[in-house]
């Protein structure tokens, strides 16, 4: 009875590391809503209307939830509790966390882009729900992963946390980086519909991409890995923030590259 008892609540335990994802995620959203835009003066003493700095912090609570996500996976593997019941939980977290909070990341950026506009305050709200795509192509690829046993090994489309992290990178880059030029772009509504429109057909999508989890470790399989590792590293030593979009790329194009080579 005690063991019985002692392993029931072992179960519990992952899913509790599950229930932070879902807390860090409600707490990126509370971010990005409160913030808004707010109309600032740049050098010329000119009124520019801007994302405020405390987005970032929305960023934060993304990365935290996707360590959180990483995590959970590995407690419940380390303590052999697997469940069902966590699996249900986990995406129903990954949902609000990678999918919902990005999505009110691109939405807060679509009104910015058009409120460089004249009158862009006063867009019809039409043109701002392409950001939900993003969560709704997230639950989408959560709800077929989950039916799916030939994804424990590697992915069909890319994983929302990789998708949910590349959105979260974007304020970060906004307020942080000095290249006018990516500044220009991110306030760029075309640039906005793009990625929409592109990471949520990767989501979607049943392309072969890489598990980013440790199973059976060899040198073959853990070349690819470190390949990753270092474009993240040298990138970030280079570009900041940018290493986040960077490092992405480098994902879909090794994941494949990798098919590619095994076909």
Known sequence: MYHGLSSSRMKQIPNIFTLFNLLFGCLAIVCIMQTGLTLS????GDNVIMIPEKISLASL???LAAGID???????RLLKVPSEMGKQLDSLADAVSFGVAP???????????????PDGLDINMLWLLPAFIIPCAGAYRLARFNIDPGQSHGFKGVPIPAAGLLFASFPLIYWYSDNIRIIELLLNK???YAAILI????????LPMMALKFTQFTIKKGI???????????SGLSFGWLAVPVTFIAYVILSLSIKQKES
């Open 41 to 44: 003066a740049d050098a010329s």
């Open 61 to 63: 609570f993304i990365a």
């Open 70 to 76: 990483f995590l959970d996976g590995f407690v419940a």
């Open 103 to 117: 999505g009110l990341i691109a939405y807060q950026f679509l009104r910015l882009s058009y409120a460089q506009q």
């Open 190 to 192: 075309w640039f906005w």
């Open 199 to 206: 990471i949520s057909y990767l989501m979607v999508s049943r």
């Open 224 to 234: 690819p890995f470190l390949i990753l590792a270092l474009v993240a590293l040298t």
